[in-house]
Structures are given as structure tokens and as C-alpha cells.
């Protein structure tokens, strides 16, 4: 009987533990939120005259789920969200010289649509280690006004991640 109840303590407190780690875990990784009456509220503050697009806004989600995909490459920088992107030789990404192509050979499955303008700093130069940073909500309006120099159209999604909100967005 007795040791019927340390098997049974030591199996809850296993339990116990796993439970708490899955639930740090989750808090860990950033959670993508679409939220076009904020996007567009954005979207003016970033340029009064774009029109806001849902199909950039769903290639955004696209683009935003695979950051937050592994919590363990996700962190923050500068307090801007930064994604630590792992690169092969092989794929291109170390070349690269704008967002859209590093984010292309670095995943094969987003499908992201031709010619839009990514609203995320990128810094490739550490050799087999990339880095994607989006910026924060409070300050995103200035941060992506160059990004949409020139293009009419923008979609966007948000990311909760440590307490804060920060932005994917495209442009086009």
C-alpha cells in the first residue's frame, strides 16, 4: 500500500509538471490575431490614402503564424518581436537583400503573392542564423510608412506575444 501511494504521488507529480510546462510553453509563443477595424485604424495612420485588402491581410496571417510557429525562435529584440530564422546554404537566404526573397527561400509553403512589400526588418548577416523583426503596435504607424512609399493597398494582423501587440503587414 505504501508503495502503491509514492508510485501514485511521484505519477500526479508528473502530471503536475507536464501541465505546467505545456502551459508556460503556450504562454511563450505569440498568438496571431486578424482585427480589420484595428489594421485599418492602422492603415490610416501609416497612409490616408491606401485602401485596405483582405487577401493581404490573409497572406499577412500566413506570413504572421509562421513566425510565432516555434516559440523557441521567437523572442524580442529592441522591443521589436524577432524571429530567429536557422538557413542552409543551399537555400539562398544568405544572399539575400530584400525581406521578400530571405522569407521565400526560408520557407517553402507560405505562398505569399508576387510583389508585395513585407512591413519587416530583416538581418541576415550571420551566416547560417537570419533574424525577421516586426514592430510593436504603439510605434508601428511611423515604422511601416516607408514601407507602403509608393504602394496603394495594405493588409495587416497582430500578434499578442509577452504582453505586447505587434504587426505584420504588406503592402502593395
Known sequence: MKH??????CLLAGALALAV???CS?????TVQKDTEQAKALMKEVDPSLTYN???EDAASRLADWLVEDST???TQSGLLTRK???TTGSGAMLDTNVYDFIDHSTSFLFLPRG???GLAMNNEWGFTGYLYAPPLSEAGSALRSYAAGCTRMGAVFIEYGGE????AMFA
Do not use: F, N, S
Not at 502503491?4 to 504521488?9: E, N, S
Not at 503556450?26 to 505569440?30: D, K
Open 26 to 30: 503556450a504562454l511563450m509563443g505569440g
Open 54 to 56: 483582405t487577401d493581404l
Open 73 to 75: 525562435q521567437l523572442t
Open 165 to 168: 501587440t505587434y504587426v505584420v
Open 85 to 87: 530564422v536557422p538557413m
Open 4 to 9: 502503491a501511494r509514492k508510485w501514485l504521488a
Open 116 to 118: 508585395v512589400v513585407i
Open 21 to 23: 510546462l505545456a502551459g
